[in-house]
């Protein structure tokens, strides 16, 4: 461990915290229980994800995880079935992401540091994208892990549509890492509809930097995600 991961505990500005909201119920997969528990090569898509952020070398000083009440025991029957040590604290979500991620958020009692929000079914980040997000929410504020679409890009308009220059767009994912004073602020603000990330409700707080994502980062929702996931998740094993 280098100089710099061990100072880190030493500096409140510098304590990394991260919530992985994991509220989906499977529908759009067709599926038989919630996405988030699907297996991916004989383990639930959450302990893969849970499995990124709990990776030593990150530092982060608590995993909570916030799931709707009713699966709660389902996700404690996973637990014990696939002998799961990484401590993590489970916290009730509310009705809506925003609620969620705020009640995740009540549950943090550290006054400073940066927080991580991360999307349960997003099992495959790579660690330089987590590592990368929170150093760059450290030095800004709030970071974003983000990508350049790969196909062309049209809006909408009441003629019909029109050209979008993709190298001026990006397709945002998570984690996406604040200050966790600000993020505190920012859910002190009411909930509006426009809310479609954490980035939103805070961009009118505070500036968002980008940070190079990674097109592997996917967002597990349909079943040919879980395809994907499967094969990525195999090169990475084969990987030395």
Known sequence: MNDSKSLRPQDPKTLRFAI???????????????KQFLELLGEPVLLHTL?????????????????????????????????????HAVVAGGATRWASVRNGLAHLPAPEGVVAVHDGVRPLTPTRVIEATFEAAYNHGAAVAAVVPKDSVRGLNQQGSYALNRARLRLVQTPQCFSLDLLRRAYQLPELTTFTDDASVVEDLHPIHLVEGDYR????????????????????????
Do not use: Y
């Open 217 to 240: 980062n996917l967002k597990i929702t349909t079943p040919e995600d879980m395809l994907v996931a499967e094969a990525i998740l195999r090169a990475q094993q084969l990987t030395p």
């Open 51 to 87: 499995r990124r952020f709990a990776e030593p070398t990150l530092g982060v000083q608590e995993l909570v995880l916030v799931l709707p009440p009713d699966q709660f025991s389902t996700w404690e029957q996973l637990c014990r079935q696939h002998q799961v040590q990484i401590p």
């Open 20 to 34: 992985i909201v994991a509220g989906g119920s499977g529908t759009r997969m067709g599926a038989d229980r919630p």
